[in-house]
């Protein structure tokens, strides 16, 4: 997947996003073995396989700061799979980005941080 079908695939989605509340307390994002997975209490809501993972990004809204506004994306084949800013476990995802996708455009990921507005900000893609 090239940067500019991954960046389309963002648009794509940002268009279509409604309000989306902030998930439950509950919610936990975790990774070990080479996966990655969230879960709501004890049900998994998904996993994938790190290595099968082919673009990386983040996604922020205009909904902050009562809803959640920015995520984390990851692309896997023909899915996509998110993380909330809000969920336990997303302060390790920047360090999961460094050991699993190392050159990642970590610029990217400061301004990120910084937008309140509707925008795709990609960190990784593979070849």
Known sequence: MTFRSFFTVCRQWLQQRSVTPRPPR???FQAADGYAWLTCGEQCCWKIRLADVRAVAIITTDQGP???DLFWR???AERSVEV??????Y???PALL???FPDSDMSQLVVAMGSTENACFPLWAAD
């Open 66 to 68: 009562w809803q959640d």
């Open 91 to 93: 302060d390790m995802l």
């Open 98 to 100: 460094n050991e699993h």
């Open 26 to 28: 509950e919610w936990r």
């Open 84 to 89: 909330p800013a809000s969920v336990t476990g």
């Open 74 to 76: 990851f692309t896997v």
